[in-house]
Structures are given as C-alpha cells and as structure tokens.
C-alpha cells in the first residue's frame, strides 16, 4: 500500500530525515518510535503533504502511485488521513459543514453522487456513536474551543467519517487522559480491518497497550535504526532509547 | 504647486455650478432650508475637497474625482416615465419589505404611491417634508450632520433637494423592514445628491436596510447623507448592501442620536463599488443606550473602501461594539478609522473596538487607526487591528480533509467574513446576504438583476 524509498526531507533549511524506507501493506499496523526530534512528525507531514516540509530526496507511491504528484487534498482523497499532533482551531468553519464538504469531496473523487442532507446526517449520527464524541462538539466551529481530548477525538470521528486506508495517528496519546486515551483507542480499532493500514507515530509505548502493532520501528536521527515486532515496544519502555542509541555505537 | 491650483479648480468649478442654478437648487424649498446652504457654501470653501491633507480623509484622496468629473447634476427629478415599483416588485414570500425607491436622489412619487405603511408612519419626499412636516424637519435638519466638521457634508448640504423622510411614531412596532433602494439612472455620467432624515419615536423599533443600485453603466458620484434621531427606547437595525458597478463612488454620511436606553444596530455590507466612503456618527445621548456598529468589505481590482467611524460617549452607562473587517484581493486598497470619544460625564462607558483585515495578494493595501480620546477615569475600552493573510495552517488542514485549496480558502475567507453577517438580525436577511457574500468570494456576479433581493433566486 505504502512505499517510501530511500526519503530525505528538511524543514527550514535543516535535514530531518535522512533516508527512510518503510512498506506498509494492507491490514497491518506500524507504530513509529523514537526520542523527541527524530523525525516523526515530520515523515508524517511529508506523507500528508505539508509544504514546510521540503522533500530533497527519495520515493513515496501510494497505491502504486506516486504521492509527490498529488496535492494534500488528492492524497486524502485518495486514502490517506493524518490525525493531527495539533489540530488547528478553525472559528466560523462549522463542523457540519466542514464534514460535509470533505465527504462530498471524496466522494465526487471516487464519481459517487454527493449525499444528500438526511443522508449526511445519518452517517453524522451513525460515526459520533462509533467514536463516542459529544453530539455538542459537531455544532460548534471547527476544534475551536476544544479541549485537548476533544480535539483528539475529533480526529478520530474525522477519521470514522472518511474511511481512509492509511490512517497515519501523529501522536494521537499525547494530552490524553486514560479514559479518553480509551475511547480513542477504541475508535482506531473498530475502523480497523484487513484492507486499511494504520501507522502509529508515539513516544510511548502506553498507547501500543490499547492498539497492538504488528511491527514497531524507531526513528533516531531521520532514520529508522531498529524494527521488530511488537516487543520492541516494552524493551524500548524498559530500556530507554538511550540503549538504542548504544547499540548504534554512540 | 500644480496640484494646488487644481483643487482650487474643483472647488471653484462646483461653486460656480452652484451659484449658476442657485434659482433650480433653492426653488420650491422653505427659506430656512436655503439659509443653512450660506454657512455650508462657506465651510466648502474653507475646507474644499478633501484629499491626502485632510487627517480624517488621509486614506481617501477625493481630488483626482473631482478633478476629472464633469457630471451632469439633476436640479430637476429626471422624469423616467416608468413605474419603478413594477420593476422592482418584490415576489419574495418569505422576505417581505415596505419598498421605498430613490431615483437619482429624487423620491420617486410615482413608484411609491402604491406603498402601504402602518398607521402613523409618514414615509414622504423630503422635499414635501420640508413643507409639510416643516416643524420636525427644521427641527431635526443639519444638527446632526454639522458643515463645519465635514467636507462632504458641506457639499451636500449645499445641494440638497431631496430624499427620503421618515417619521415613525411613539411606541410603533414596524414588523416589515423599510426597503429604501437608492437608485441610479442616466444616459450619461451622473452626480447625485441625496439627503435624508428619519426620526424614530419613543419606544418604537424598526429595521431599515439600504440598497443602492446601479441600473446602467454610467459613471455615477452619489453624495447621499442621512441624520437619524432615536427616541427613548427605540430599537433600530440599519442595514447597507453597497452593491454597485466598479465606475461609482460612494459617498455616504450617516449621522445618528441615540436618546436613553435605545438600541442601535447597524451594519454596513460593501460588496461592489469603485470609490466607497463611509462616514458614521453615533452620538450617544442618552443613559443606557447601546450601539452595535458594523461593517464588511469585500473588494478587489482597484476598489477602494474607506469606513471612518466616530463614535461619541456623550452620556453615562452607553455601551458601543464596533466589528468591521475588510477581505482585499488584487490591488485594491482600504481604510478605516475607528474613533471614540467618550466626555468627561460619560462615566461607566464601555466602548470596544475591532478591525480585522485580510489581504490575498501583495498589491492589496489597509490602512487601520484607531482614535480612542478619552475624558473621563471611569470607563472600559479597548481596540484591536489586525492585517493578516490567511491562515496557511487553517488552509493545510482542510486540505488534508480532501478539501481542494480553492475551496479551502474560500471557506477561511467565508468564515471570516460570517463573524460580521451574523450580526445581521434579521434571519432572511442575513441568509440573503450570506449568499450574495459567498457568490462575491467565488468571484461569481452578485449584483441583483432587479433588486437586491433579486439575488436570492
């Protein structure tokens, strides 16, 4: 499903990874890891095609596809969906009538007809029970004034609404309390099956309890330098990354 | 020096025009009308047309206009022979209003006759007014709109002849918006001057709206200026939908008096229109009042929008809220001048203030000041300006939602714009002008086929 080769990428003038290869397929689910400034964020940015990233190098296909053809709105459309570390406030933008835009918009991509307003609501109510949102968050604006583990759940609930294949989670645990660490969990399992893939960017292994990857990689200075199972997680939550950066030699 | 001299062109030209059709301007009109022309003819010298030099038109040079117009003025209502009010009727269900039609700054009798108001209401030619009602209209005429302080309301002061007059009785609950649509019409290009009053009675509430429109591709002046008096506990929504043709200018004076505990809203929607002037004073007057001040721009090829507000605390316990924002594409420019005056007696005062501003491109240009003079320990006020661009992270993640960039974008912009057009009151209204902003950001024609309710279809 996803292919990145050999990806070098900066963000203002500095090199932030530096040669990254990873294949994801169907049905899996990565969990990325590694200490605070090893890239993370970054790789998934440069997957959902944020413009301060600036690629310098290396492949990414999607789908067979090469995903550097693609704008930011085409790769969603496509199939691809970053949870945000930092979901953005958007005030005057109503939730329903963003979500109702990015839905229609998808679906004009695959040639389906739009839905109509009964229908929308139907999915609306349908998904906010899947996820367990507050039905009063999707009457406001845009994550504008929401709480830390609302803006995460909305992300989640965002995810839910678009079905994408490859959900990318930017560090979807961070802020979360456990019961809202739960939900959202909850909500990334239910939307997962045998044709999506899901990649899970954390610096804990806390959130690997709830979602159970299939391979944990770590990132350390814009490379990955390790990847195994996931028993990877509890070494490296026991041992620390600097027993990483040992065995690396440093 | 060359510059001088033209100026003194414009200023000597108009004078001469003006003691040219003394007789056409002054006939049929009562002497103290034609009295207050003699100190405005004087401030008109005095000040001339204001430019770069004048400080309360800093932002708006008016000289070049007046330099190049030579525009035919109408001393006479020009006679169209055409119902009006069958063009413009209005078949709307949901959005009915009392539909008063201005042509060429002439109330139209012929188009209006059909109109029916409530009981006591007085909707009628100013010029009749004058007349007829001469012990409201002197009253109330010019001591708002002072000549001294203002160039244009000098100018049109000296001119005036006609417009709307509007008398609304105590304790009267108008349900249906008053429909002024200010009209312009002529084979060639065109100054107009329009001069309204309207006097709101005590505990009465109405809503307004004032369209301008633009029938024909001439190149229109309009000099339209209006003095508001608000009695005790009237309730009153001013709405303007600025939707003219790119070759007008717009040069408008609203002057308002609010009495105590009356209740002020007003906003003005600037979609359309090549030079667009606002001027707007508030006084208020009274204990309690409270004034709700608007405003929204859209512009872009080489549009220029000026709002120069000037809102003044004279009483205690007033309250003021101004909002306007301004969304500037290509390299049209912008201005707006938020002053609040609160004096030495209006203790408890609360005056707020915001100018928000986005600029696409990097020819567009705003100029923001604000002016707070405040003369009195025991006040709350503040303002805020901001010219910013649009939000790329806002921007980012829509698109990474599957929202296209230029959908994106006039989402952001659409959102911005709404915080302004929620204020509007009147829900139809607001839906209508919803549409009417959201077909201007697309870049689609909003301008109304036949009137600004045309839009809806």
Known sequence: MLVIKDLYAKVEGKDILRGINLTVNAGEVHAIMGPNGSGKSTLANVLAGNTNFEVTHGSITFNGKDIFDMSPDVRAKEGLFLSFQYPVEIPGVSMVNFLKTAVNEHRKYRNEKELSAGDFLKLL?????????????????????????????????????????LAILDETDSGLDIDALRIVSNGVNMLKNKNNATILVTHYQRLLDYIVPDFVHV??????????????????EEKGYDWIKKELGE | MAEVLEKIGAVRRISELYAANLAGITGGLPSWVNQARKPAFLAFQRMGIPGFRT??????DLTRLFENENFRRSFTPDDFEVDLSEVFSCDVPEFD???ILVVNGWYDDASNKNTIYPEGVIVKSLRKAMVENADLVQK????LAVVQDDPLTAMNTLFAQDGVFIYIPDNLHIEKPLQLINVLRSEDDLYVTQRNLIIAGKNSQAKLMFCDHTLMPQ?????????????????IDIYSIQNQHNKTASLSGLYIRQERGSQLVTSAITLHGGIIRNNLKVLLDGEHASANICGLALSD???????????EHIKPNCHSNQLYKNILDDSSTGGFTGRIHVLPYASKTAAYQRNNNVLLTNAARMNTKPQLVIDNDDVKCSHGATVGRINDEALFYLQARGINEQEARLMLMFAFAHEVLAEVKIEKLRDVIDKL??????GEVSKCHSCALDCIR
Do not use: C
Request: aromatic share 10%; glycine share 6%; no cysteine.
């Open chain 2, 437 to 442: 902003v959201n077909k201007r950001l697309r």
């Open chain 2, 219 to 235: 190149q229109f002046i309009n000099n339209n200026l209006t003095e508001f008096e608000m009695g005790e506990d009237s309730v």
């Open chain 2, 301 to 311: 090829k080489n549009q220029h929008v000026d709002n120069y507000t000037n809102i």
């Open chain 2, 97 to 99: 209003t009392h539909l």
């Open chain 2, 140 to 143: 109330y005429y010019g001591q």
């Open chain 1, 125 to 165: 109510r349908e998904k906010k029970a899947m996820v367990q949102i507050d039905s009063q968050l999707t009457n406001r604006s845009v994550n504008e004034g929401f709480s830390g583990g609302e803006k995460k759940k909305n992300e989640i609930f965002q995810m839910a609404m678009l079905e994408p294949t």
């Open chain 2, 55 to 60: 400080e309360n038109y800093k932002y708006t």
């Open chain 1, 219 to 236: 990132l350390y200075e814009g490379r990955i330098v390790k990847s195994a199972g996931k028993e990877l997680a509890f070494e490296l």
